[in-house]
């Protein structure tokens, strides 16, 4: 089974903080994503990556940064945390190398910002 | 603008009888149809796909619709159990590879 984990649970942060929110898949996956859940809005994609060192902008990247420095990790960085943050954020991967293919998601990290 | 729209928030249904989800999209760049199902404090778990060379895809007690012309696809669970109580969400990829579109979600209520 694949196997994603994310780093914590639940996370409570100040407004202005560092934020780094970690993923770990143990499939050996080329692609790893991460989206935000919020309410009626579905989940949306922040970015993704398709290679170590690798990424690309999803849909709302602004507030955003993202680390790839191996295959199974990839780190979601708030560089300065806003109460328009607080989000449940979910990390996936999936095989890659090739199109129509499933996503395996985390449990997700529900963050707080204050 | 959400390409891909659920447009009911939650759906009730009595156990034993069929769930009806629904789901629309805008891009007739989409060709490829997931449903996924989460249960809360989980990450979303894949339930079933669609290509869009087909117009049914069944597993078990999903099955999955798809009308291109109308830009619809539903999701049919028959018979309907209380552990299928979970929130489901509709997406769409296209020629963008492996980015996924998803809908906002519904949440099914299957009453004992």
């Known amino acids: 089974d694949v196997k994603v984990t994310q780093s914590s649970r639940y996370l409570v942060k100040r407004t202005g903080e560092k934020v780094f929110l970690e993923c770990v898949q143990d499939?050996?996956?080329?692609?790893m994503f991460w989206y935000r859940q919020d309410p009626g809005l579905g989940l949306r994609l922040i970015y993704f990556?398709?290679?170590?060192?690798?990424?690309e902008k999803g849909d709302i990247p602004e507030g955003y940064s993202v680390s790839r420095e191996k295959k199974e990790r990839f780190s979601l960085i708030l560089e300065s945390a806003s109460t328009n943050q607080t989000s449940m954020y979910l990390c996936a991967s999936s095989f890659g190398g090739v199109l129509q293919e499933t996503q395996y998601f985390g449990p997700g990290t529900r963050l707080l910002v204050l | 603008d959400q390409q891909v729209k659920q447009n009911s928030p939650s759906l009730s249904v009595q156990e034993g009888r069929i769930s009806i989800l629904n789901c629309d999209y805008t891009n007739s760049m989409f060709d490829y149809f997931l449903w996924y199902k989460k249960y809360p404090a989980e990450g979303p778990t894949f339930l079933i796909s669609i290509s869009s060379i087909k117009d049914k895809n069944e597993d078990g007690r999903f099955t999955v619709f798809l009308n291109k012309s109308a830009k619809h696809l539903s999701l049919h669970i028959v018979p309907s159990q209380p552990g299928d109580s979970a929130v489901y969400f509709c997406?769409?990829?296209?020629?963008?590879?492996?980015?996924?579109?998803f809908g906002g979600g519904t949440r099914l209520m299957v009453k004992p």
């Open positions: 990556s398709y290679d170590v060192k690798m990424k």
């Open positions: 997406a769409a990829t296209g020629n963008a590879g492996n980015m996924l579109t």
């Open positions: 499939m050996d996956h080329e692609n």
